[in-house]
């Protein structure tokens, strides 16, 4: 595993990388609050056979976080952002594996490169209205009357309760999570100016929502192979998220695990396994 760093579009970006550049290309897009540090073990475990890439986010991980009154946070400029981070790098080719923040992300970078997108892994990356759980009604106020709820949510997802419930969800089976995932997460989400950062993604989520339908259309049109990985105790993004997309591709693979929102947590071999079988099949 190499870890690196580019300058793309006058941020930072830190990515890391692992495998022979001639073999089969991955670009792994990460969620919230995480970073590429999410994918370190499964690109290990793929390493051997294919050449993957994890970047981070402006805003997360090793990255440069410029504060939002230097840098407008919202997903049409992350997905341009990492649009150029492929360029600086020399990704022309590759699969896409997104998970929760990455599949907004991907979504917008298949558009905007069709061409250069072989196959897409989704792991908890939703698409679909349907996949939407209770705690998106929370959210929706937000969006509604942001003044009004501002304070309280950035507290709330600040905080060590909420961030461990990210992983946890409704998993019985408390003790196979590592809290150390936790609150690592939570001193990231406290740094200074992070919290503003944060709530600018949230915020600008609500445009994910009203993309699903042109994203959905633009799965059903181009069929590309397909795998969706998901954690069946996501509080976040439920199992009917993952079946829908059956609808518009019916020939993906679904596989739903007894994990949670980040299911590598507790099912990084399952996960390895399927995703290798999955891209040794796209060769």
């Known amino acids: 595993m190499q870890y690196r760093q580019v300058t793309v579009d006058g941020v930072n970006i830190a990515y890391r990388e692992i495998g022979d550049p001639s073999a089969p290309s991955v670009l792994l897009l990460h969620g919230v609050p995480s970073s590429s540090r999410m994918y370190d073990d499964l690109m290990k475990q793929l ?10 986010y402006p805003g997360f991980g090793n990255s440069d976080a410029p504060p939002p009154d230097k840098f407008v946070y919202t997903f049409d400029h992350l997905a341009k952002v990492m649009e150029h981070f492929t360029d600086s790098v020399g990704l022309k080719r590759y699969s896409l594996f997104m998970q929760d923040y990455g599949a907004p992300v991907g979504m917008r970078l298949a558009m905007a490169r069709p061409e250069a997108i072989t196959s897409m892994v989704f792991q908890n990356g939703n698409v679909y209205a349907e996949g939407l759980g209770k705690m998106w009604d929370s959210r929706k106020a937000y969006w509604a009357d942001r003044n009004a709820y501002e304070a309280k949510f950035q507290a709330a997802h600040l905080s060590l309760d909420v961030t461990r419930q990210r992983h946890v969800g409704s998993d019985p089976d408390v003790t196979a999570y590592n809290p150390d995932l936790w609150q690592d997460e939570v001193a990231f989400l406290n740094r200074p100016g992070e919290g503003a950062i944060q709530m600018e993604l949230i915020y600008d989520y609500r445009t994910n929502l009203d993309a699903y339908p042109a994203w959905q259309k633009w799965l059903r049109e181009h069929q590309l192979p397909t795998l969706v990985v998901w954690g ?16 518009d591709l019916p020939n993906a693979e679904i596989a739903i695990l007894d994990g949670g929102h980040f299911v590598m947590d507790t099912r990084l071999e399952d996960v390895a396994n399927l995703t290798r079988k999955f891209l040794i099949k796209q060769k």
């Open 47 to 56: 390493g051997n056979r294919f050449h993957l890439i994890a970047p981070d």
């Open 232 to 247: 069946k105790h996501d509080l976040a993004f439920t199992v009917a998220g993952a079946e829908a997309f059956h609808r």
